[in-house]
């Protein structure tokens, strides 16, 4: 069984799966069932066909569409098995998830629920292996659209405004992708990806195409000025499909933008390409994490993170194109691999802390941070899960969100030590772009434990909180075990990595790894070991542990007191401290970049009101082709009836009379 | 690959360091001391503090988690892997997969992580102001840290921290006013680090940025109280293999090692009284000025990277 027969596999089961939960829907929790197992085999199956798929070379299929312009080929070559590897892993943690979850949705349509769900990550999988524009396009509309489905899910006016914004720039977006298509299309006189990739374009058409591909995927994949859907349509969908969303949509838009500049542009990168990628990524970076810290909104909160972590998959691709542009194999698969190898691990610490919100949000009935704390006392395992995904995302080592970091500046200063000018000044500030990046991140993370696990209980429904059900539970173990795994397995996961970036840039692989030890290429300098430290962690902190220990026995047991100090003052729940006044010093440090948000915030809502303004403007004048052309002409056609009515009289002999005349007729007419 | 004479000495270096740090905080108390005109404590006085804490009973606020029980052990532990990878006693870092750069940096954050997070996890609002404090200045002094080091690292051609300090002390660096900048700009970046007079005071409690640590007490506090010695004296460590690194063992032998060794106590004795006449000639700063001084920081290690780049 090849790689394409799993993934047939599991695109069939979850068309099965979709108009399962569809039929079923009148009981919600048959329906919530059927979409989950459903889900699950398909999911499986994916993950089959990726993993299959990751060692190359790329099996292609050419299928009969219904289209003689379009053929439907379907590719599955490394790259696009990563992406399949990870939207199955999310898609199955997330119907494990889902299996408990989705009861909070009961008597809502969860059958409805499980359609878009499946219709979404199945489209999402063909956007990925489709090698032909026509049919790349139609997948990522109905992907775009089963997503907007899910982000209107709730109904209540956040999610349908939300929805309208997303729905909005997804469609802004795939106008331009459209277009840089259409630019390909008309160069190599076809819509295959094949004929795209051995066309070559002028220099400056070849930028149009890349310039608009980035602009429209960069809006999909939500980085900064495009991000302004993402911390409003993420929040406001269900926590299982937030986690696809950000977790896995949003890479399809880093996906397309590798897809456009690095592959179908082959070869083709100019140096400033890179340079572009590389300072969006920067300010993606700090800009997300900085917008972050001040939310205490914690799905909002996350959502801003993903802007953060995209920009810094956009470091990694941006050293990617630079290594291309200047003909630096060896950059470029270093920069690449650091991007893809972050996709995957933001994928997993940001899937499972969605999943984690989405457990405190089932049980506290809010997304509100100031209404929680003191959850990790009884909700232990939900803290814990949470723990290592926000240790994974502030980069913490030996974690994985770390190792894809290093090889992000490894990449950096590979980039940093050769090439132009403009190269060597450009990478260096991103590094230290990124650098603030990680301990803004880290500040935000220990503000969203510290604020929702840690501390008194905020809210009675806190108080009262217990912890999530087995499957939900089960779905975030998954993804925290793969956390560590992704850390601790580095010397196995870089080299694979390394390796999909080769296949896709088409030179030769470079040496990542070396029995437990990571580095940037053969002759490195530099290198690192996530087994390594994890072990010295262990074995260097039970030194502290033995000497707490070795005094034991003289001394009391441990005790706990009545409460915290609170200066002599009896302790009040008003006097925890909050998301916002924790975050008060950076929104003091950085008020000018807040200020940023607010005119960009602003420019969004000229735009949307202006569009409002034009829908009005249209709805007033739509009947205007009603009044002055239909009306008339349906009126007259009455008037034109009643008149012919009089020979409509009921009488028999008459008709016989005027079939007779049409015979007549008829004769006279075929006579001459 | 690191052989096994490196690996031991990394977790020799590694637990001698615990083993001195009080004595080193105690030199730094034991030198205010003689600068106010007292007599101040002997240079012993830590050793006993702990000693007493180690048997004190361990209390804990009510709402108080389990980040909060286990910060100690994991503070001390990752402070420790840090002093396996800083080249220290030898010009090279004795394991170089910890030695990176990168790494270190953030290793130093995942202990900042948990230090902080165990002030919220107290359930105490002051402590969670501490902590809030303590991550700001973090977000101030990383960057500045990291572009100073990233200046050096170009100038040496390698992130490891070996490697820059080989190369800074054979001379093969290209552009030595760049090399200048950065250590200046890093030395005020670590400054700001070792939570000293103007920006903090490590050793007053009631201290806000150091206020994470209100609510320990017993063993706890007595094991924070060693991890805060030997964050400082690995703060000092680092800055000492990477930019004074004249003197150390450029390979594994016996009596390299031992010059090493004392040339290593020289500068840490040097550097620490240095910073004993700082600390002792400034008032504490408001916090909210830290951010403006910062940008001294920011701007030196700037400049150094301007300098890096026209090759002066």
Redesign the interface.
Request: aromatic residues 10%; proline residues 7%.
């Given at each position: 069984m090849t790689s394409l027969s799993f993934f047939w596999i599991s695109i069939l089961v979850s068309v099965v799966g979709a108009l399962a939960s569809l039929l079923v829907r009148n009981s919600d929790s048959t329906a919530i069932r059927a979409a989950s197992g459903v889900g699950i085999v398909a999911s499986a199956a994916g993950l089959v066909a990726g993993l299959t798929a990751l060692s190359g070379p790329a099996a292609i299929s050419h299928l009969v569409g219904p289209y003689p312009f379009a053929h439907f080929v379907l590719r599955l070559d490394p790259l696009a098995g990563l992406m399949i590897s990870v939207i199955s892993l999310l898609s199955l943690v997330a119907w494990i998830y889902g299996l408990a979850y989705m009861r909070e949705y009961e008597g809502r349509g969860v059958g409805g629920m499980g359609f878009f769900m499946h219709i979404f990550i199945a489209s999402m999988m063909l956007v990925v292996a489709a090698d032909n524009a026509f049919w790349f396009l139609i997948f990522f509309e109905m992907m775009s659209l089963a997503s907007y489905f899910l982000v209107i899910f709730d109904q209540n006016d956040e999610a349908v405004s939300a929805g309208f914004l997303y729905f909005f720039v997804a469609h802004a977006g795939s106008v331009l992708i459209m277009a840089a298509f259409f630019l390909m299309a008309n160069a190599a006189g076809s819509f295959d990806f094949a004929a795209f990739r051995e066309t070559s374009l002028s220099p400056t058409t070849a930028s149009i195409v890349f310039v608009l591909g980035f602009l429209g995927f960069g809006a999909k994949a939500g980085m900064i000025p495009l991000h302004i859907w993402l911390p409003r349509a993420h929040p406001a969908a269900p926590s299982h499909a937030s986690a696809l969303m950000s977790g896995v949509m949003i890479k399809i838009g880093i996906f397309g933008i590798i897809k456009v500049g690095l592959d179908l542009l082959g070869g083709q990168e100019l140096l400033w390409w890179g340079v572009v990628v590389l300072a969006f990524g920067a300010v993606s970076s700090v800009l997300g994490v900085i917008y972050a810290l001040a939310e205490h909104d914690i799905k909002k909160l996350l959502a801003y993170h993903s802007v953060e972590n995209i920009g810094i998959i956009l470091l990694g691709v941006g050293v990617g194109m630079i290594g291309i542009a200047t003909d630096n194999p060896t950059l470029a698969v270093l920069g690449l691999m650091a991007g893809l190898y972050h996709l995957l691990n933001h994928a997993v610490f940001k899937g499972l802390l969605f999943l984690g919100a989405g457990s405190v949000i089932y049980r506290t009935h809010t997304k509100d941070m100031e209404a929680m704390g003191g959850l990790a006392k009884t909700m232990p395992w939900t803290a814990l899960s949470f723990l290592i995904g926000a240790l994974a995302i502030s980069a913490i080592p030996p974690l994985n969100g770390f190792v894809s970091e290093w090889y992000t500046y490894q990449a950096l200063f590979a980039g940093a030590l050769e090439g132009s000018f403009l190269v060597r000044f450009a990478t260096p500030i991103a590094a230290v772009m990124l650098a603030l990046t990680g301990a803004l991140a880290v500040m935000c993370f220990v503000k969203a434990y510290g604020v929702i696990f840690s501390g008194p209980a905020r809210s009675e429904k806190a108080r009262h909180a217990t912890e999530a059900p087995h499957s939900m539970v089960a779905g975030m173990a998954v993804l925290a075990i793969a956390c560590v795994l992704l850390g601790l397995l580095a010397p196995v996961v870089a080299p694979i990595m390394g390796n999909i970036a080769s296949a896709t840039l088409g030179v030769p692989a470079v040496m990542l790894a070396d029995g437990g030890t990571l580095m940037p290429g053969e002759g490195a300098t530099t290198v690192l070991s996530t087994p390594l430290i994890a072990v010295l962690l262990i074995a260097l902190a039970m030194l502290p542990l033995v000497i707490h220990g070795i005094y034991a026995r003289m001394r009391a047991d441990r005790r706990r007191t009545e409460a915290a100090w609170a200066t002599g003052y009896l302790p009040d729940v008003h006097m925890a401290l909050t998301a916002k006044s924790f975050a008060q010093p950076i929104r003091m440090f950085f008020a000018p970049l807040y200020a940023v948000r607010k005119t960009v915030a602003s420019v969004w809502a000229c735009l949307t009101r202006g569009y409002e303004r034009f829908v009005c403007f249209a709805r007033r004048n739509e009947p205007w082709a009603d009044t002055g052309f239909v009306n008339p002409i349906a009126n007259s056609v009455g008037v034109a009836g009643r008149r012919l009515q009089v020979i409509q009289s009921g009488d028999f002999r008459i008709y016989c009379l005027y079939i007779v005349g049409a015979l007549v007729a008829l004769l006279i007419v075929a006579a001459s | 690959?690191p052989t096994l004479s490196h690996f031991l000495l990394a977790v020799v270096q590694?637990?001698a360091l615990?083993a001195v740090a009080p004595l080193i905080s105690g030199l730094s108390r034991f030198e205010r001391a003689k600068m106010h005109t007292r007599r101040g404590p002997s240079i012993f006085q830590d050793y006993r503090d702990i000693y007493k804490l180690?048997?004190?009973?361990?209390?804990?606020?009510?709402?108080?988690?389990?980040?909060?029980q286990f910060m100690?052990?994991?503070m001390?532990?990752?402070l420790?892997?840090i002093a396996?990878g800083l080249p220290m006693l030898t010009r090279f870092t004795p394991?170089?997969?910890?030695g990176?750069l990168?790494?270190i940096?953030?290793?130093f954050?995942?202990v900042?992580?948990f230090f902080?997070?165990s002030?919220?996890?107290?359930?105490?609002?002051?402590?969670?102001?501490g902590?809030?404090?303590e991550?700001?200045m973090?977000?101030?002094?990383?960057?500045i840290?990291?572009?100073a080091l990233?200046?050096a690292?170009?100038v040496a051609?390698?992130?490891?921290l070996g490697?820059i300090g080989i190369a800074i002390s054979s001379g093969t660096v290209h552009s030595a006013a760049a090399t200048l900048l950065a250590a200046g700009a890093f030395a005020f970046a670590l400054y700001i680090e070792l939570g000293k007079l103007p920006y903090d005071m490590a050793e007053a409690e009631q201290e806000l940025q150091e206020g994470p640590l209100?609510?320990y007490s017993?063993?706890?506090l007595a094991?924070v109280k060693?991890g805060l010695a030997l964050k400082q004296t690995l703060v000092v460590g680092w800055f000492i293999g990477v930019f004074l690194p004249f003197g150390s063992a450029t390979e594994m032998s016996f009596f390299g090692l031992i010059g090493g060794l004392i040339a290593f106590v020289v500068k840490l004795f040097v550097i620490f009284g240095v910073i004993a006449v700082i600390e002792n000639s400034v008032a504490r700063a408001r916090?909210?000025l830290a951010?403006q001084h910062s940008w001294l920081g920011v701007g030196a290690a700037s400049l150094a990277?301007v300098f890096y780049?026209v090759g002066l």
């Open positions: - | 690959m590694a637990l615990f180690l048997r004190r009973q361990d209390l804990a606020p009510s709402e108080a988690g389990r980040v909060f100690p052990v994991i001390l532990g990752a420790m892997v396996t394991i170089p997969a910890v990176d990168i790494t940096v953030y290793l954050a995942l900042r992580f902080s997070l002030g919220l996890d107290s359930g105490s609002s002051f402590a969670g102001i902590a809030s404090r991550l700001t973090g977000v101030l002094v990383e960057p840290m990291l572009l990233f200046v690292a170009l051609g390698s992130t490891n490697q209100t609510e017993g063993p706890s094991l060693w916090f909210r951010p990277f780049l």
